[in-house]
């Protein structure tokens, strides 16, 4: 997949959970400062204790969320990563590793820094993040 036009790009940032509900000017304004990059299966995507530059959205393939290098989670096209170290600017929490070759959209700290200014976008990054403490917190409960 390669996207060669912005168009494409709003096109296949609708479809990703976290922008889906987004007005077509804010993912217009995502479309515009995201490049897209692919990536060989085993390539390092984000890694733990490392400082966070950019947050990811994977077009295509799989990739695994490691910590310790014990796996923790699988992603798949749609998922998002990386955003947590962009809001508290503290290093990444796991790794991620591409399971297979990946495309992904890469958007910089200083452009999401920009982009969370937009409240509907804020909210929907607030979302995912709250939907994951969620379930990280029924996980803790399950082996407690």
Known sequence: MFLKRKSEKIETLRKVPMFSELSERAVGQIASVASERT????????????????????????AQVERGGQPLARLGAGACFGEMSLIDYEPRSASVVA????TLLVI?????????KEPALANAVLRVLSRRLRAA??????VN
């Open 99 to 102: 399971a297979t070759d990946v």
């Open 39 to 62: 990536r060989k299966r085993g390539a390092v995507l984000a890694e733990e204790g490392a400082p966070g530059l950019e947050m990811f959205v994977l077009l295509e393939g799989k």
């Open 137 to 142: 917190s029924a996980a803790l409960a399950k």
């Open 108 to 116: 910089h700290t200083r452009a999401f820094q920009r982009l969370m």
